[in-house]
Nanobody
Framework: QVQLVESGGGLVQAGGSLRLSCAASGLTFSVYAMGWFRQAPGKEREFVSHISGSGSTTYYVDSVKGRFTISRDNAKNTVYLQMNSLEPEDTAVYYC?????????????????WGQGTQVTVSS
């Protein structure tokens, strides 16, 4: 079965950096778009970034552009989210998602698989 396992979350001060990883298994990774979403307490899950199967196309929500970078290593079946210049507003549980098409979408309902999430907390 498909499994997505996130890691790399933690507590960091504002202005700091974290790198999230998501290891995938049970799927042909290179033909899956991969994405990152986040959910803060009391808020709906929101789109953060996605990357195409080949890695050639990426997309970000405006609030993280210039600060976050999504990448993938298809040889390792892993997608990453490098987060720099973190702000308290970035505090949330971050979820990795996989979609059985080569291109991603900002609509969370159109993703097929989800990880269990990893907590990111940014202190001011």
């Amino acid at each position: 079965q498909v499994q997505l396992v996130e890691s790399g979350g933690g507590l960091v001060q504002a202005g700091g950096s974290l790198r999230l990883s998501c290891a995938a298994s049970g799927l042909t990774f290179s033909v899956y778009a991969m994405g990152w979403f986040r959910q803060a307490p009391g808020k709906e899950r929101e789109f953060v970034s996605h990357i195409s199967g080949s890695g050639s196309t990426t997309y970000y929500v405006d609030s993280v552009k210039g600060r976050f970078t999504i990448s993938r290593d298809n040889a390792k079946n892993t997608v990453y989210l490098q987060m720099n210049s973190l702000e308290p507003e970035d505090t949330a549980v971050y979820y990795c998602a996989g979609r059985g098409l080569v291109t991603g979408t900002t609509n969370s309902r159109l993703w097929d698989y989800w990880g269990q999430g990893t907590q990111v907390t940014v202190s001011s």
